[in-house]
């Protein structure tokens, strides 16, 4: 996959971030700032979101698809630093006058010239650190691919970037706009709370480019989605985590393909994960198979047909059973990064935070981490002291002088989140 990676943001700030209506405390004029942006960065409903891409491989060409396709957006253009690949996405994007399509190699550049509302952003994971800052201080809403960044001491440089722009900035997490995952989060509502879940995952995948040479790349690129699932579905939060690697002789991958991790979730359950992309035969939906055991019930999922929901009453089985045959059908529902779109457009149109927010995604993200960090030294890692750690490395690292402050004034990163979390209502 090609990339535009460019370097951090000189510490231009978003009209307005600085500014102090009286004396309010330093909380609370971030706060206006924020609402300031928000309001700053609203789309009209009278038409379509215009959006640039940034990163022309080949989730910018699934991007670029996508928004040809969507009732709420339009595509303006395309950037990236290889001559000739905007082009070629646009070429095969469908759209209808692929001429009217800007391109160019900086993707803010880009999307400042065209007036575009959105930047979204599939660039590989070590260049959406240094574009989101970028196009935060310009004042561009972005939406990111997963993971959120390449490291977790930059997503939290980034959570506090968007703190003090004020400009909102979803990571897809797609995998929540299935209509079956909404139904399982309402099971465990009903049913739970939950003693252990599992997700298994199994595709016989050599993938190209860059996978093949990432540290621990199942983890990365597949469990991430697995672990937002299960915090939207369970409606916990990770506590700690052990975890194993494993790399068969036959494998392609530099690294681990095949994981298995098991979780500590903060309401006592435990939630398992098993992904490989070295065993043939047998094969997985990308969604992953899941079960989930409830103290009221029993789900399971295959991660493409309609879930089954199981009680130890028959006619509370029964009453699920209808329940779930009278719902739409999965494929009449616009789901995946085409869901997440329309998520953030509409969040845009009504001046709110839409869902996957950056600091909504942080403990998804850590996850994968804290798994990382678990395979590499053998050992149970807590996600409390791991966040701490990445906290002080992001502070060292940041360049930002307002980031860098805001992020020392946070006693810990799980008060960050709760107080984020109370703010949204």
């Known amino acids: 996959m090609s990339s535009e990676v460019l370097a951090h943001a000189p510490g231009v700030h978003t009209p307005g971030a600085d500014e102090a209506l009286g004396t309010p405390a330093p909380g609370e004029a971030r706060a206006e700032a924020q609402a300031r942006a928000r309001q700053a960065a609203r789309i009209p409903a009278d038409r379509p979101a215009r959006v640039v891409i940034v990163g022309a491989g080949l989730m910018g060409d699934w991007w670029a698809r996508e928004v040809v396709d969507s009732p709420v957006a339009e595509l303006v253009g395309i950037a990236d630093l290889v001559d000739g690949a905007p082009q070629r996405v646009i070429a095969g994007c469908g759209a209808a006058d692929p001429g009217s399509i800007a391109v160019g190699a900086d993707g803010v550049d880009l999307a400042l010239e065209v007036g575009a509302d959105i930047l979204i952003n599939p660039t590989v994971p070590v260049a959406h650190h240094p574009v989101t800052v970028r196009a935060l201080h310009a004042g561009i809403p972005v939406l990111g691919e997963k993971p959120v960044t390449e490291t977790l001491p930059e997503a939290i440089s980034l959570v506090a970037h968007a703190e003090i722009t004020g400009v909102p900035f979803m990571v897809s997490q797609s995998r929540r706009f299935f209509p079956q995952v909404r139904q399982l989060r309402q099971f465990v509502a009903d049913h739970g709370p939950t003693a252990i879940t599992s997700a298994f995952f199994s595709l016989f995948e050599e993938h190209e ?57 903060s309401d006592g359950s435990l939630f398992v994960y098993n992904g490989t992309w070295n065993a043939r035969g ?48 999965p494929d009449s529902q616009p789901d995946q990064i085409a869901a997440s779109l329309i998520e953030f457009v509409t969040a845009l149109r009504e001046a709110r935070t839409p869902m996957c927010e950056v600091h909504e995604n942080l403990l998804s993200f850590a996850m994968v981490e804290a798994a990382v960090a678990a395979v590499d030294h053998g050992t149970r ?37 709760d107080a984020w979390q109370e703010a949204q209502g």
């Open 282 to 329: 047998a094969t997985t939906w990308w969604n992953s198979e899941w079960r989930i055991g409830a103290q009221h019930g029993t789900a399971t999922w295959d991660g493409s047909g309609l879930p089954v929901l199981t009680t130890a009453d028959e006619e509370e089985t029964a009453r699920l059973q209808a329940w779930i045959a009278d719902q739409p059908a």
């Open 209 to 265: 480019g860059y996978r093949r040479h990432q540290l621990h790349p199942m983890l990365r690129d597949m469990g991430i989605h697995a672990f937002d699932t299960a915090r939207y579905v369970l409606g916990t939060d990770p506590v700690a985590v052990t975890a194993r690697g494993a790399r068969p002789e036959w494998s392609v991958y530099d690294h681990d393909a095949t994981v298995t991790a098991t979780f500590e979730m």
């Open 381 to 417: 890692i807590e996600i409390d002291p791991l966040l701490g750690e990445a906290k002080e490395q992001a502070i060292a690292a940041e360049t930002h002088p307002e980031a860098r402050a805001l992020m020392q004034s946070w006693t810990s990163m799980r008060d960050v989140l």
